[in-house]
């Protein structure tokens, strides 16, 4: 097992991965931007450097100044965490070259999988049904409109590097195509610094389904059920569930064979998650691979009680997996909220700003809280919106979702301004409650109705 392990990320991540260290007598290194001097994750790490000023790219996503950070810290290995350069096929050549272990798998496999057009034309090679959608790159607008004419309206214009919904364009009819094509080409570029773009038709009125694996060096691959995450706003997710309600237990084996075949076809190694989308027929399609741990990673932990930031620190340390597939037992049923420092009644604008008061949820079976927050702490505007994760678990899933308004009805900050009551109010919705909804609901049938609490 490693000695001492940087954690190339921050907030709530972070603070997941330096606990789960701990637990394993791993020493942690915390690296740490200006703007997050007074941060959690870096009280909490054992050492902790500062590797640049507040913007992302000069500091999060400077690789040199990471992998100096871990040279002079006799760091044996670099836990990426989410974002950032989890999925950075470069940054793991170098961690590499320098004889530094990147947790997560090769440089190769990052690169492969990491572009959505490529994983695309694998998964094909490895018989698991895709999206009908462009062989290869999207090169201009003719071809594009070629294309979608061919395809059929609607379709969606991605980035082949993209992740984290930038990118991403849904085209309705020819007269948008020209527009979305150049203002997704654009963001790709400023998001990714690769601005190739491939085509997918839309499947409407579909589920959102990811299933959860984890692979070591040897050839072992096992899958952890799967996580719907059909609700979302602009491509992000905003509550995630386990086990999926639109899927039976015939589909649910069938999904998690297809997604340990597709890993063992491309040699994949440490944790993974396969995306799908469940049209209404019932037929899945591959969708993309990410490459990393992943935000809603709580909830199959939960639902599990596999450890799977553990599984990857041991999976990287060069072990066996110990867990066989007989041995996963999913039983309850897990949701996630995610809380996000953003004002739901103004857009869902950023809420930066200073934390005057805090108090969390506590207390009760079946109740985790992931979170970087503390009174005092200041937000700052330079990163992610997301500012904690709670998550509940009870013997079905009524239980969980009473669990969750309990515990959202528990929550308290002061100085800034959450999505805590639009999170309440989606969870009272009776279409959620019935799990009647799919990757359309939130953005085309709730927000259009909801009607924002005045504070």
Not at 94 to 119: H, L, R, W, Y
Not at 252 to 269: H, M, N, P, Q, S
Not at 331 to 355: D, L, Q, V
Not at 424 to 429: I, K, S
């Amino acid at each position: 097992m490693f000695k001492k392990v940087l954690i190339a990320n921050r907030g709530e991540i972070a603070v997941r991965i330096i606990r789960a260290c701990r637990e394993l007598g791993i020493q942690t290194v915390a690296v740490y931007s200006e703007a997050d001097r007074d941060a959690l994750h870096m009280q909490l790490a054992d050492e902790a450097i500062c590797i640049g000023p507040a913007k992302a790219t000069d500091s999060y996503l400077n690789m040199q100044s990471i992998l100096s950070a871990a040279d002079v810290t006799n760091s044996q290995a670099i836990h990426p965490g989410f974002g950032f350069l989890s999925e950075n096929s470069t940054f793991a050549t170098m961690c590499q070259e320098m004889n530094v272990v990147f947790i997560g798998p090769d440089s190769e496999t990052i690169e492969q999988m990491g572009n959505k057009s490529n994983a695309r034309d694998l998964m094909i090679q490895a018989g698991v049904p895709v999206i009908p959608g462009s062989d290869g790159f999207i090169t201009d607008t003719e071809k594009a409109k070629e294309l979608a004419d061919k395809l059929g309206y609607p379709v969606m214009l991605k980035a082949a590097a993209g992740g984290g919904g930038k990118g991403i364009r849904k085209v309705y009819k020819s007269e948008e195509l020209n527009a979305a094509f150049n203002s997704a080409k654009t963001e790709a570029k400023a998001a990714f610094g690769d601005d190739r773009m491939y085509m997918e038709k839309i499947i409407e009125h579909a589920r959102h389904i990811e299933v959860q694996l984890l692979a070591d060096h040897y050839g072992n691959v096992i899958h952890l059920g799967e996580r719907d995450c059909s609700l979302q706003r602009n491509n992000q997710k905003v509550i995630e569930e386990s086990p999926s309600v639109a899927i039976s237990e015939k589909q649910r084996k069938e999904l998690g064979d297809i997604a340990v075949r597709a890993a063992k076809f491309v040699g994949y190694k440490n944790a993974g998650t396969i995306e799908f989308l469940l049209d209404q027929s019932g037929h899945f399609y591959f969708m993309e691979m990410n490459t990393r741990i992943q935000v809603e990673h709580p909830v199959t932990e939960m639902a599990t009680e596999i450890d799977i930031v553990k599984e990857q620190l041991t999976i990287a340390s060069g072990y066996k997996l110990t867990i066989k597939q007989k041995d996963v037992r999913i039983t309850g049923h897990t949701i996630e909220c995610r809380i996000n420092a953003e004002n739901p009644a103004f857009n869902f604008a950023p809420s930066p700003g200073k934390i005057t008061y805090l108090m969390m949820p506590s207390g009760g079976n079946g109740l985790r809280v992931e979170s970087a927050m503390f009174a005092g702490y200041v937000i700052p505007p330079y990163y992610d919106a997301m500012v904690a994760k709670i998550i509940t678990k009870g013997a079905d899933r009524a239980e969980a979702i009473a669990k969750m308004k309990r515990a959202l009805g528990e929550l308290v900050i002061e100085g800034i301004i959450s999505n805590q009551f639009f999170q309440e109010d989606l969870l009272a919705d009776e279409r959620f409650v019935n799990g009647s909804y799919d990757t359309s609901f939130l953005q085309d049938t709730f927000l259009k109705e909801w009607k924002p609490r005045v504070e």
